[in-house]
């Protein structure tokens, strides 16, 4: 008896294409992380990681009874890590969540938070990294809320901003194998409910992939910065002669996105909108 093959709307190409923009999002993700060697050894890289370490510990010892000479300490702690990143290469994220825990018990608050956004960017996940950016975050002096635009974009897309890059990868991974499970029954079985699901979880997957993507993207094309300097004027353009942008001066914490760079000025977007020009050696980026 002859069968007629009933078309498959969520065929082989489909599915092909659908894995593919996934692969590329993560690949995208992932290459954000890479490392790149330095002039120094790993030995010598090593023995820089314990100097600092035991620093370090000193220091919290020191710290009870002697405050400026732990602060002392915490300086050379961080410049051993630091030495670390420039002249050995090393960037993950448990070296700058070291330096940004030693400018944070500095009293450094720009250093701070602009170390932990390093560290961020390859362990996004972990508490103690969220927990520490959080609480250095409410001592800045500068109180700068977000657009309400952006506020919306968080509550309308809230698994993009609250579900961790973790989590969405691994719902993305979900989501795919069960369209391909569901397709490879769905040869053999014909149901119009396993058509709707395969829909509902390719829906799920381009969702939480595309997430994957507009953040790996956004790690290319946006450049956070933050202020480092105690106290910075903020102007109307690239040079000290033009007038200040704001009634007061911006301070150490400061977070910023780069729109561009002249000479020796950034011009640079706060998160509530406005946008000004400060010196660069005022500020660091993120990345």
């Known amino acids: ?50 100097q600092a370490n035991e620093l370090f510990h000193r220091a919290d010892e020191t710290a009870p009874h002697d405050p400026e000479m732990a602060k002392s300490l915490y300086r050379q702690a961080a410049m051993r890590y630091e030495k670390i990143v420039h002249q050995a290469g090393i960037r993950n994220g448990r070296l700058y969540y070291n330096i ?16 932990y956004r ?18 250095a975050l409410t001592k800045r002096l500068d109180k700068i809320d977000e657009q309400p635009r952006i506020r919306v974009f968080k509550t309308l897309f809230f698994w993009h901003y609250d579900l961790s890059t973790g989590d969405r990868i691994l719902l993305f991974g979900l989501f795919f194998v069960s369209i391909w499970v569901l397709a490879v029954i769905c040869r053999w079985v014909r149901r119009p409910s396993l058509r709707w699901m395969i829909a509902v979880m390719a829906m799920l997957a381009a969702l939480t992939g595309g997430s994957l993507a507009a953040e790996s993207i956004a790690l290319y094309r946006v450049q956070p ?9 903020a102007r109307k353009g690239d040079g000290k002669a033009y007038a200040p942008s704001f009634k007061t001066p911006l301070h ?30 005022t500020a660091e980026l993120v990345r």
């Open 100 to 115: 940004a825990n030693a400018y944070f018990r500095m009293e450094d608050i720009g250093r701070a938070i602009l170390n």
């Open 1 to 50: 008896m002859l069968t007629v093959q009933q078309h498959n709307p969520w065929g082989a190409r489909s599915l092909a294409l659908l894995l593919l923009s996934g692969v590329l999002a993560l690949f995208l993700f992932f290459s954000a992380s890479l490392s790149f060697g330095g002039d120094l050894s790993e030995t010598e890289a090593l023995n820089l990681f314990h």
């Open 225 to 233: 910065g933050v202020i480092l300097e105690p106290s910075v004027i």
């Open 252 to 281: 150490a914490g400061t977070e910023f996105h780069l729109l561009k760079q002249r000479e020796d000025w950034l011009h640079i977007a706060l998160f509530d909108g406005r946008t000004c020009w400060i010196p660069a050696t």
């Open 118 to 135: 390093r560290a961020q960017q390859y362990i996004p996940d972990d508490e103690n990294l969220r927990q520490n950016l959080s609480y």
